[in-house]
């Protein structure tokens, strides 16, 4: 099942990307504080507006309850080239989780 809403894009885009967390989640626990999107080895994206999900969205047929997600937008890379994007943040579990994913992005 897809844990991303994009794995590629091209050079000249700017795309909003969704990260489901919902499998890493406990029962009942969400993500909250300030989220995070970080690229990995490098600076050629540029990452704006990281937050985690406030309101359920799709990602493809699948429900992405509000608080289960991260989304962003990013632009920028270098046509044929490959990303790694660290993507996470904290859950309102007991104890707090720090959770993260990488993904990768490819420019076509």
């Known amino acids: 099942m897809w844990n991303q809403s994009i794995t590629s894009k091209k050079a000249e885009e700017t795309r ?5 967390f919902t499998d890493e989640l406990w029962t009942g626990e969400i993500l909250t504080g300030t989220a995070t999107a970080v690229e990995l080895w490098g600076t050629a994206l540029t990452i704006d507006d990281v937050a985690v999900t406030t309101a359920d969205c799709w ?6 309850v509000a608080g289960q997600g991260v ?3 990013v ?8 990303y790694t994007i660290r993507v996470g ?3 309102t579990g007991s104890p707090i989780q720090g959770l993260s994913k990488d993904i990768r992005l490819l420019i076509t």
């Open 16 to 20: 909003n990307v969704l990260i489901a």
């Open 59 to 64: 990602l493809d047929d699948r429900k992405i």
């Open 71 to 73: 989304q962003f937008s």
């Open 75 to 82: 632009s920028g890379g270098v046509a044929r080239q490959s």
């Open 89 to 91: 943040g904290g859950t």
